[in-house]
Every structure is written in C-alpha cells, then in structure tokens.
C-alpha cells in the first residue's frame, strides 16, 4: 500500500470505527495517534492482525500523541480527525467549544508540520455537539492550514454525523 491515512484520535469509539473501516476495505495504511498512547497501540495491533480475516493487507501502527507519534503521521494522505472531548454533566456548550478547540487548534499545528499538503476531514460522533460547533472545530482545521479548493470542500463533508462516503471520497482523491 502506499497510501495512508492518520486517524486523530483513533483509540477512541469514533475514531477506531473509521480506522477499522478504512483498514479492512484497504483503502490505506492506517496510523493511529492517540493521547492514550497505550490504548492507541493496543487498538491498532488489534486491527491488524484483524486485517487478514478481512482479507487486508492494509498496515495498521498505533501511536501517542508526542513527537514520535506525529513523525509517523509525516506525509499523510489523509488526515481524519475525531478526537475531542465529550461534553461532562454540568458543562455548557460553550465550555465544551472552549476544550474542543484547544485540541483542535493543537492538532492542526502538528498535521501542518507534518503533512502539510494532506486533505483534512472532520468526523464526530458526539451528541452532545450541535452544528454550530462542529463548523467551529471544522475552521479551526481549515483556517490554521492553506490548502486547495477540494481539501476544503472535503472538510465539510462530515458536519455532525459520521458517514464513509465523504471519507471515502477524500481517500480517492488523494490518490
């Protein structure tokens, strides 16, 4: 395989189910990056060696969210990002925007360092985010990078609800 796709967040639910899919159809290589590094190792060895059930030869590496972790991530294909923080009883939207975007912001700067010509896709599952937030995270992602028209337009493809035709649409078009 020579293409690959990061998954941010990747040890989480959302993000293993996208890393899953995307490895069982072989569409790439799979990279993992988690801030629970363990887990995010753990979760990719599983799938790997899932993969030949699947009847994939996709490669599948888990990594922490430090500088090693980011260094495998170099050159990405694609970049999907799923991590950010679940809205906790007594927390208010606007509090749950303040967190996410943090980790936003902090996940741009280390794909831009490292893939800086990748396509970017947001994917959420969380109920506790409505639209408005999740177009907030989506340009923090497209405003902290320079990018063409189609990596654009690809962001915006999984607004609230994760689905793999906008994923799957942004893995052709890196080819």
Known sequence: MNRKVT???GAGNVGATVAR???DKELADVVIIDIADQKAAGVALDMLEACPIEGSDARVVGYGANEEGWAQT????VVVVTSGVPRKPGMSRDDLLNVNFGIMKAVTEQVVKYSPNTIKQAVTG???ADKAQVRAMVRVLARTTPETDHAADALAAAICHMSSSPLRGA???AR
């Open 7 to 9: 998954v941010v967040g």
């Open 171 to 173: 893995i052709r078009r």
């Open 126 to 128: 969380q109920g506790g």
């Open 21 to 23: 899919a995307i490895a």
């Open 74 to 77: 170099a050159n990405s294909d």
